[in-house]
């Protein structure tokens, strides 16, 4: 499909992306989109309506979570067959399938923030954990457990906070839940209706999509060099504001000491005011101290800790959790009071017992070690490449930003790139606004790449963007 015609009004207190979203939806379910079409692009769809590309993903991604359409890697959205979807009214049109493009490009190399070593993990370990809990008598855990997740796993996580990270909490404090984008709505929904949300800018991508599907405002504040501007967060006038403090994403800021305090201050200064603090790749820090979280600063007792054991485990493990202030504790208990928790037994207890047993920080220690190697590979083969290439964020984590001096824009950089096989992560995907006269900045995830793979994959693309290496 060349593209699609939708009616946009600027005036209207409706966000562009729902309207996007809602004119996509009704064309789908009256046939005027037949099943199987293919969708524009982001990119083309956000040019043609002069709107970013990150709207387009939000009314996007809205669809594809309602089953309207699908997203198939490296070829595109495609409209589904909503025959089956009781809730929908539709118009029977005929149609003809429109045949899918092949995709003829294979992708070699991922640069994907969201990657993690797999060959590091100490499956060992974590089967004998398993097995020695089948072997005991654990017919209990067939059972439903506690809501708030099992208080073995809340003990060993409220052991591992205070002593990695200065959170001071109880067990009781902690609702153990199958991934941030579960837990999100629960704290929304306990936060109440008035709540009005600062997010950053550029920020995590789910967040929008959650505060949008939970029909939340939201607003972005910018990040700079020093973290969430929160001077623009107190004239903002949000009530709760999203941060992720010791590694922002994507651009890798840390939030300076002054700027802590400031957040702290106006959290603080009026009953209805909270941070939602992401910690959720705390772990991996390779330069300097720890950086504390917020929350053990937090005198106050205005933050909600969040955090999840995707980067530091394995994403497949779907166990996340946070740590509510007292305040909120009971408001959770009075509106989730007949909720289960979404976390099988069986899991919570084998990451219990391989929490309690030492794997747990043992693994930690080498996987710093693992991405603290990765990411000395990364840099110096960026740094032979300098002035024209420049890096930040790589005291923690596992991503940095690379700045490229170029004639050529962001997205035809990332699609030469791809062209030769390798994915790259814009910088302007992650901001509600694209900027176009900055320099080309992407993401570069260094987690499920081997050192070999990462020199040769940056020495590839230096090749492809005709940048020389530094005399």
Not at 401 to 407: C, E, G
Not at 430 to 437: A, E, F, G, K, P
Request: charged fraction near 25%; include cysteine.
């Amino acid at each position: 499909m060349e593209m699609l015609i939708v009616k946009l009004d600027k005036t209207n207190v409706t966000p562009l992306y729902e309207q996007i979203y809602e004119q996509i939806q009704t064309d789908i379910s009256t046939g005027k989109l037949p099943v199987g079409s293919k969708l524009p692009s982001k990119r083309r769809l956000g040019e043609f309506l002069d709107v970013s590309q990150t709207t387009i993903e939000l009314a996007y991604g809205q669809l594809v979570a309602e089953g309207f359409i699908s997203a198939k890697p490296r070829q595109g959205f495609f409209v589904q067959d909503i025959g089956e979807l009781a809730y929908v009214q539709q118009e029977k049109t005929p149609y003809e399938p429109v045949k899918q493009e092949k995709e003829t490009i294979e992708l070699s190399v991922d640069f994907s923030p969201g990657k993690i070593d797999t060959h590091s993990f100490p499956f060992t370990q974590w089967r004998k954990c398993a097995k020695d809990l089948m072997d005991e008598s654990s017919h209990h855990l067939l059972l439903l457990g506690h809501p708030h997740g099992d208080l073995a796993l809340r003990q060993e996580i409220a052991r591992y906070l205070y002593h990695s990270r200065g959170v001071d909490c109880t067990p009781e404090q902690i609702i153990v839940g199958s991934g941030t984008e579960q837990l999100m709505p629960l704290v929304i929904r306990i936060l109440g209706d008035e709540a009005t949300y600062a997010i950053e800018d550029p920020g995590y991508p789910l967040t929008h999509h959650v505060f949008f599907h939970n029909n939340r405002k939201a607003i972005p504040i910018a990040v700079d060099e020093e973290g969430m501007d929160v001077q623009m967060l107190v004239n903002s006038g949000a009530t709760v504001a999203y941060v992720t403090p010791s590694h922002q994403f994507p651009t890798g800021t840390v939030l300076s000491a002054s700027r802590r305090t400031a957040l702290l201050n106006w959290a603080s200064s009026k009953r209805n005011h909270f941070i939602i603090e992401d910690d959720y790749d705390s772990e991996f820090r390779y330069t300097g101290k720890p950086i504390p979280a917020l929350q053990g600063m937090d005198k106050g007792k205005n933050v909600i800790y969040l955090s999840t054991f995707s980067k530091s485990l394995m994403p497949s493990l779907r166990i996340a959790y946070m740590v509510l202030p007292p305040q909120l504790l009971d408001r959770y208990e009075k509106a989730f009071i007949h909720y289960s928790s979404t976390v099988p037994r069986l899991d919570q207890h084998i990451l219990a017992r391989f929490m309690a047993e030492g794997h747990f920080s043992r693994h930690l220690n080498r996987m710093r070690k693992v991405y603290r190697r990765k990411l000395q590979a990364l840099t110096e083969t960026l740094e032979s490449y300098a002035p024209a290439v420049r890096f930040f964020g790589d005291e923690a984590g596992m991503h940095i930003i690379m700045t490229v001096q170029s004639d050529q824009d962001e997205q035809t950089l990332t699609e030469l790139a791809q062209d030769a096989g390798i994915r790259l992560y814009g910088l302007n995907q992650y901001r509600t606004i694209s900027i176009v006269d900055e320099q080309p900045s992407f993401l570069i995830g260094f987690g499920g790449l081997s050192v070999d793979e990462i020199k040769k994959a940056i020495e590839d693309l230096m090749t492809i963007w005709n940048i020389p290496r530094k005399p």
